[in-house]
């Protein structure tokens, strides 16, 4: 399994992002695919997942009402639109897949595949 990022870059505060990641390898469709990012010098850490039939999504606090995450399961691809970006949200963002079934969504063991990640930066 590969997954590819990208969309990232550098905005000013307040402005929009979309950043997406393309699975291949294997049926894209019965996967938990999340998006993580990892600031300097912090740890990585959730941002928002999504269940393979795109019905039960999930956020973090951090990010509810700005991020918005969403597949196309048709072109193995899962997607997040970031508005109203902060600084605070400065960061490398990671996206990440598993097949197995599991109830929790918001952990780093969660997942067994990670793709590269994409450097999102927000100016202020």
């Known amino acids: 399994v590969q997954l590819q990022a990208s969309g990232g870059g550098l905005v000013q505060a307040g402005g929009s992002l979309r950043l997406s990641c393309a699975a291949s390898?294997?049926?894209?469709?019965?996967?938990?695919m999340g998006w993580f990012r990892q600031a300097p010098g912090k740890e990585r850490e959730f941002v928002a997942a999504?269940?393979?039939?795109?019905?039960?999504?999930y956020y973090s606090d951090s990010v509810k009402g700005r991020f918005t995450i969403s597949r196309d399961n048709a072109k193995n691809t899962v997607y997040l639109q970031m508005n109203s970006l902060k600084a605070d949200d400065t960061a490398v963002y990671y996206c990440?897949?598993?097949?197995?079934?599991?109830?929790?969504?918001?952990?780093?063991?969660?997942?067994?595949?990670w793709g590269q990640g994409t450097q999102v930066t927000v100016s202020s």
């Open positions: 990440a897949t598993r097949f197995r079934p599991r109830v929790s969504v918001t952990g780093l063991n969660d997942y067994d595949y």
């Open positions: 999504i269940r393979g039939s795109g019905h039960l999504i």
């Open positions: 390898g294997r049926t894209f469709s019965t996967s938990v």
